[in-house]
């Protein structure tokens, strides 16, 4: 009954969205306030019914009601609690339904938050929102729908893929959601500000907080990725540039210039056109990212979800938003005034140049994931683009971003003095150089490892810089601190931002230069030598747990010095249900951001294949993206954006931080 | 996108055992042959698992091409013989980098066209505005300048 329920309510929501999707727009055509005012409860109501959707096909994995063919394909009774739950998105119907779940989400928090928007761009933002709605509703309705019953019930589920039984799980799916569907709210914004006609520096004050929202959820969602599959996969790598991460990156480009360009609109009222064009390509290229992963189009190890039907629903979900809001922007474009003008090299100039190598990657990695679809379409000659590619081609267009990032921060608005930059930098430059030649000269004379070493001190030390600078602790130590008090949060978010990348970067040098990998037949009582570690095989002990058996291979680890060893147990898993092997690793950090990683494989003659890496610095990668997503955060709370747009009063406390910016 | 990696081994070890690629057995013993061969299998695809290089993968057909990529090493040839080799062999497809030519002319050119036509369009864009509203600031004239340090003088 519960599970009827759920559907039922999901039906209801797609009716309240048909309503909000004609009614409130209709409204601000014929200035019908009471229709305009619609759009709020409806949305609302709307996340409502979504929610007891949601909450019914959780309450079925939840105790196992195997008459739901969705959990019978996915669950088993003795599954977890923690992996009944997450097993509700971890398969195409409960991760579509997740999809409406946060699309509803954000529907009501606009709804919600948005009450001082004028009234005609709230109707038309939430109108628009509601036909991505019931696109997505009528998907999951029609081909997807995960309240299915049996008319026999089995005694006992299929079980969960046993790879997908991790917390990694649990946590991966909803964030990147929460990014992707995010980037919907500055699509509507578009698509509302392009109904109107009429956008304002207002417009952007009111997107950017949405846009970082989702900017920060789909960071730590890719990142959570990342190292989801770095721990559990047992490759030691942590990006493989496959088409579904490429799917995941794109809109994350795409996003991270809009950010950029949006500040150029809100602050001097610029770059309107191409802001409102970013809005929608963050989108599309999110909408792009669910179709090429749900329909199963990629000839990628990933495409299990292969029913051609949702494959054909999503594409015309895609042409139709896509080719639909390039049309009207391409007939309303032309209205929206032109805005400011700025130097070359000026602040704008520098948000510029970021937005065109930005979408210079972007279109690098949507030609290199979509390109061997397209040619096997029109000529049927296949060929494969991989990582060398994407190496060969997104990497050395970062390069200039990267370098020029610590200086636009530095520029003033309108028009820059690029020789000034240079002088405020030059410690910083002098510093980098000496990085390079001191990593050059210890680390065996490699010069692009220490270049990369030189560039990421380049980024952390220039943002540190340019805060510095800013709270004046150079030349007038004395009022530092009340600065720092006083700076917008935005200027802290935007070093931490940069001072991120920079992180992330050194930690990408150092784990792909500085790598030690062994590939070995280790029997017990051997031990091998890995950088300072000595790595001994103890034995072999087996191990069960609720829905598994596994064999663990124990190794003590000494260090070189006199603590005492460390048991490092990577184990190869067999779940019962499916009999699929897992391999688990063990993973051990040292001096904070290096790894020790082992991982087991296949038993050879009396011993078992090792692979055993020394990965430097490793923890960077990620710990660097935490920081760029906490510097998002910090940007959020900025008082401009706290409530999403400023009374009449804000904006006079606004000014001022604006001002010194 | 939600379970990427996850699935990406799922499919591996539905083809094979557990996700381990290069094996003990397999290796050159110089260990600069070998360091060669880890080069050229992250080059080369795995043709059944797609998607992976035979580096990565654990499919049987990548464990035969990785061998006999280090046979091709042992018997002399240079990199680019063992990839002629192997694209003579299967086509293509089993670069992960694909060669430039009239197929792969706009995927290798693209990223590139971006960039120019971009910064073009961005230049002609400024260059026509400014020509439009003359230039964005003036410089100061005598008089003003003279006021502008007066209030500067008294300022301080």
């Known amino acids: 009954m519960i599970v009827e329920i759920g559907h039922y309510a999901l039906v209801l929501a797609l009716a309240l969205a048909l309503v909000q999707s004609v009614v409130p727009i209709w409204g601000a055509v014929k200035g019908d306030e009471r229709a305009m005012a619609l759009a709020g409860p409806i949305s609302v109501g709307q996340f409502v019914f979504v929610a007891v959707a949601f909450s019914a096909l959780t309450y079925a994995h939840v105790v196992s009601d195997f008459s739901v063919v969705n959990v019978f394909e996915n669950s088993h009774s003795t599954k977890p609690m923690i992996y009944k739950i997450s097993g509700v998105w971890g398969n195409h119907e409960g991760s579509m339904l997740l999809w409406v779940a946060i699309l509803a989400l954000f529907g009501a928090l606009v709804a919600f938050f948005g009450r001082n928007l004028p009234q005609t761009l709230r109707a038309n933002v939430l109108g628009v929102q509601a036909w991505v709605a019931v696109a997505f509703y009528l998907f999951v309705l029609l081909t997807s729908n995960p309240f299915a019953r049996f008319g026999q019930p089995p005694m006992e589920g299929r079980d969960l893929n046993p790879l997908l039984q991790d917390v990694g799980l649990a946590i991966h799916p909803p964030l990147l959601y929460l990014g992707y569907v995010g980037f919907s709210i500055a699509f509507s914004f578009a698509a509302a500000a392009l109904i109107e006609g009429r956008i304002d520096a207002a417009w952007a004050r009111w997107v950017r907080p949405w846009t970082l929202t989702a900017w920060v959820f789909l960071t730590l969602g890719i990142a959570m990725g990342s190292y989801w599959a770095y721990y559990e996969l047992g490759w030691g790598g942590w990006w493989f540039w496959d088409p579904v991460e490429n799917a995941s990156l794109m809109p994350w480009l795409a996003g991270t210039a809009l950010l950029h360009s949006a500040i150029v609109m809100e602050k ?216 720092a008090v006083g700076l917008p949060r935005s200027a802290w978010g935007t070093f931490l931002g940069h001072f991120g990348v920079g992180v992330m970067l050194l930690g990408i040098v150092a784990e792909g230069a500085w790598k030690i990998e062994h590939v070995l037949v280790m029997k017990p009582g051997d031990h091998i030598r890995v950088e300072r570690f000595d790595v001994a095989f103890e034995r072999a002990v087996p191990n069960s747990g609720p829905n598994w058996d596994e064999v663990i291979a124990r190794f003590e680890v000494t260090d070189g010095t006199s603590n005492p060893p460390i048991v490092m147990e990577p184990s190869k898993r067999t779940y019962r249900t499916r009999s699929m092997p897992t391999t688990e690793t063990a993973i051990e950090t040292y001096g904070l951001f290096s790894q020790l990683y082992l991982a087991i494989g296949e038993a050879q003659g009396e011993g078992v294949a090792m692979r055993i890496y020394w990965k430097p610095l490793v923890l960077l990668i990620w710990i660097g993206t935490l920081i760029m997503s906490i510097g998002g955060v910090v940007s959020l709370t900025d008082r401009r954006l706290r409530v999403g747009a400023p009374t009449p009063h804000r904006v006079a406390a606004a000014a001022l931080p604006a001002a010194a910016e | 996108m939600s379970f990427r990696r996850a699935a990406a081994a799922l499919a591996l070890s539905l083809l094979a055992g557990p996700a381990v690629a290069v094996q003990p057995d397999e290796m050159l013993s110089d260990p600069k042959l070998e360091a060669r061969a880890r080069e050229l299998s992250g080059e080369l695809r795995c043709l059944v698992c797609q998607n992976q290089s035979i580096d990565d993968s654990d499919a049987p057909l990548a464990k035969d091409l990785r061998v006999l990529v280090r046979e091709r090493i042992k018997t002399g040839d240079t990199n680019t013989q063992v990839l002629d080799y192997l694209v003579a062999r299967y086509g293509e497809f089993v670069l992960l980098r694909p060669r430039f030519n009239a197929h792969t002319a706009i995927l290798w050119t693209l990223p590139f066209a971006v960039l120019i036509l971009g910064a073009g369009g961005i230049f002609l864009a400024l260059r026509r505005r400014s020509a439009r509203a003359g230039s964005i600031e003036a410089p100061l004239s005598a008089e003003e300048k003279a006021r502008l340090d007066e209030i500067l003088a008294r300022e301080s």
């Open chain 1, 268 to 483: 001097r009222d610029g770059l309107k056109i191409w802001t409102i064009l970013l809005a929608i390509l963050a989108f599309s290229l999110s909408l792009l990212g669910t179709f090429l992963v749900r329909s199963g189009v990629l000839t990628s190890v990933h495409a299990f979800a292969t029913d051609p039907a949702r494959g054909v629903f999503i594409l015309g979900i895609l042409v139709l938003f896509v080719g639909g809001s390039l049309t009207l922007f391409a007939a309303r474009a032309a209205t929206l005034t032109k805005g400011g003008l700025f130097a070359p090299v000026s602040r704008e100039g520098a948000l510029v140049f970021n937005n065109l190598f930005l979408t210079a990657g972007t279109a690098t990695v949507f030609v290199g994931t979509l390109y061997p679809l397209m040619l096997e379409a029109t000529t049927g000659g296949k060929i494969s683009v991989g990582a060398p590619f994407f190496d060969m081609t997104f990497g050395p267009l970062m390069v200039p971003l990267l370098i020029a990032l610590p200086m636009g921060p530095f520029l003033a608005w309108k028009r820059g003095d690029i020789l000034a930059v240079v002088q405020r930098l030059a410690a910083v430059m002098v510093l980098s150089v000496v990085a390079v030649l001191v990593t050059w000269m210890l680390k065996g004379h490699d010069i692009l490892p220490a270049l990369g070493v030189g560039l990421a001190t380049w980024l952390m030390l220039g943002s540190l810089a340019e805060i510095l600078w800013r709270i004046k602790l150079f030349t007038e130590p004395s009022v530092s601190l009340r600065r």
